[in-house]
């Protein structure tokens, strides 16, 4: 059992290097998609707030309910 360790320490240590290395590549491609993820939301954001804020007005809107007024009228007499 001891000398299985001991191989397993003699390997990771002759392939350290190259454990390291694919390690710091993971953790610096995880920044990556989190930085991309970041900008995206702050782009959605943004384009939302511009979106409403240039939209036009629709509280000024008038109906006409003549249709609607003489039907109610019809109906009551």
């Given at each position: 059992m001891s000398q299985e360790k001991v191989n397993r320490y003699?390997?990771?240590k002759a392939n350290r290097k190259q454990?390291?290395?694919k390690?710091?590549?993971?953790k610096h491609m995880?920044?990556?998609v989190g930085i991309?993820?970041?900008l995206a939301l702050?782009?959605?954001l943004g384009y939302s707030v511009y979106d409403m804020a240039t939209r036009p007005d629709t509280s000024a809107?008038?109906?006409n309910t003549t249709a609607l007024?003489?039907?109610l009228n019809g109906l009551s007499e």
């Open positions: 003699k390997e990771e454990i390291l290395a390690e710091k590549r993971h995880l920044q990556f991309v993820i970041a702050v782009c959605w809107l008038t109906i007024d003489e039907y």
